[in-house]
């Protein structure tokens, strides 16, 4: 076997008969069990497809997998004292938000809070630590033949973390195909995964700290929610274990239109009062027409609702931020234990600054110098905005020294390689056997305020697979495809 492939759960390839029948009983499964997606390309509010998906399960050698999940507490932990370093995110931001506008324009809000004081202490984080396996481990970080010993984080998001429902639907999907095709002694090793209660019981939760029991949890949505399947189960979870909780979906230009404070900032929506309000828009630039979005914006953050996230969380959710707390000795500024410093400090890759310094051009240097080794990231959410490898050199020439303090430059991670079943909505069929990478999501909940945290949990987990030639993988992107792990 080459070097760098983990072995696969099933004997492959799938003789083409097995696999055309399993694949089409699939499709059928993902779509009327809720792996579902509108189409960008063929938009049609009544029509959805099945979200793509891989059709076994990647292997994950489980005590890699078992880490990430044992760290996620110390990283929610790590996140919200973060968020509530003012100085920290100040000093950290600074030369980033004298270039790029969105995130001077967040960080105005900030600045705003800041002064006029903050309405509503207790926070609500849902945040999904993104991690792939590196296949360059040990003292000299060299590339190991069939050694996966470690994983590195990709990123950490503290606003819109999707995927609490994709991700455990994933693995039913691929429990069905596992059982199509006899494997049924497989199952054992899918771990359960729990992401959509857990995270909607944080969030029920934090509706009740927020003791109103007339108030909604209000989904801050796009104006077309193209993942509308990931978005809706979180809802009718709320609504089947929560019953006495309503929700309701707006999106920051009806929130502009109908929303309005209540005598003690109260957030008022449509009639409704607001206990929490969760984000899932709001993370970049084309979500805000005009003014009246930030005014929106505004507006719930001087509120007394419950915010996912606040805008103090947003921030600390930048990849500016996550560079920074990779820099030598930063992370004993907010965590005691020396054990579980060296526990984050092992997760992070190369992350270097590109600000007006000495630093930043030692890095610019070494980035034009080899390219390939690196990713090249602005301050941006949602999958697209990245620079990889070779096209690092020109867009870094093309910008002034000041402007290259709005990017970030990691190390590449190259994670090894499963082969399996891509399978698409209008894909081939049968669908074809291909070499992937996966990025991993834990999911995390933590609800506190700037002196204490009231509730921290892991909560399930998603995978992520793409083709081994993307850049990314994205699932409502367009690249990226549905999976779970086969623990190994
Ligand atoms: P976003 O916030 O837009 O999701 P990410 O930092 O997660 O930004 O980057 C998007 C995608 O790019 C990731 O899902 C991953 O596939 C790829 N990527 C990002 N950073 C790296 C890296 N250091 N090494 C390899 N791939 C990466
Ligand atoms: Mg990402
Ligand atoms: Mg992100």
Redesign the pocket.
């Known amino acids: 076997m080459p070097e760098h492939i983990l072995e696969s759960c099933v004997p492959l390839p799938i003789p083409e008969k097995e696999l055309i029948e399993v694949t089409v009983k699939a499709k059928d499964w993902a779509i009327m069990h809720g792996a579902g997606m509108r189409s960008k390309t063929d938009y049609n509010p009544d029509n959805m497809f099945f979200v793509p998906f891989i059709l076994t399960p990647s292997s994950f050698p489980r005590k890699e997998f078992n880490r990430a999940i044992k760290l996620q507490k110390i990283l929610n932990e790590l996140m919200h004292w973060v968020a509530h370093d003012v100085e920290f995110l100040r000093t950290t931001l600074a030369q980033t938000i004298k270039v790029d506008d969105f995130t001077a324009k967040l960080f105005g809000l900030y600045e705003a809070v800041l002064e006029k004081g903050v309405v509503q202490p207790i926070s609500l984080g849902l945040i999904r630590s ?1 991690i ?1 396996l590196e296949t360059r481990c040990g003292d000299n970080n060299e590339r190991k033949t069939k050694c996966y010993c470690c994983w590195k984080q ?2 950490i ?1 503290t606003i819109a973390s999707g995927f609490g429902h994709l991700g455990p639907i994933s693995k039913e999907i691929q429990r069905y195909v596992l059982q199509e095709l006899d494997q049924g002694s497989k199952l054992k090793d899918l771990p359960e995964n729990n992401a959509l209660s857990g995270i909607c019981a944080a969030m029920a939760r934090a509706w009740e700290v927020a003791s109103n029991p007339a108030g909604v949890i209000l989904f801050v949505i796009e104006d077309v929610s193209y993942n509308i399947c990931d978005q809706r189960f979180h809802e009718f979870e709320i609504r089947e274990k929560h019953p006495h909780i309503k929700v309701v979906r707006k999106t920051l230009t009806q929130i502009f239109e109908q929303g309005s404070h209540g005598p003690n900032k109260e957030l008022i929506v449509d009639g409704n009062y607001v206990n929490v309000v969760y984000f899932r828009a709001g993370y970049e630039p084309g979500h805000y027409h005009s003014q009246n979005e930030w005014d929106a914006r505004y507006l719930i953050e001087f509120s007394k609702a419950i915010k996912c996230p606040t805008i103090n969380y947003h921030l600390a959710g930048t ?1 500016k931020v996550q560079q920074a707390l990779a820099a030598p000795g930063i992370l004993k500024r907010f965590v005691n234990d020396p054990e579980k410093i060296q526990a984050i400090r092992e997760i992070f ?1 190369g992350l270097y600054s590109l600000d007006d310094d000495e630093a930043g051009n030692e890095a610019y240097k070494m980035a034009l110098a080899d390219p390939e080794r690196f ?1 090249l ?1 602005p301050q ?4 697209g ?2 620079v990889y490898g070779k096209d690092i050199p020109a867009v870094l020439e093309a910008m002034t020294p000041t402007e290259r303090s709005s990017w970030i430059l ?4 190259q994670p090894p390689i499963s082969r399996g079943y891509m399978v698409r909505p209008g894909g081939p069929m049968p669908p074809t056997l291909v070499d992937l990478v996966s ?1 991993l999501g834990i999911f995390g909940a933590i609800i506190g305020d700037n002196t204490m945290i009231i509730e921290n949990y892991q909560a399930g987990h998603m995978l992520r697979t793409k083709l081994t030639t993307a ?4 699932v409502a992107a367009g690249a990226g495809a549905l999976d779970s792990p086969y623990l190994t």
């Open positions: 993104d792939m990709v990123e998001n990849k890759t990713v990231k941006r959410e949602g999958g905005n990245n990691m190390e590449r991670i990025e850049n990314e993988g994205g």
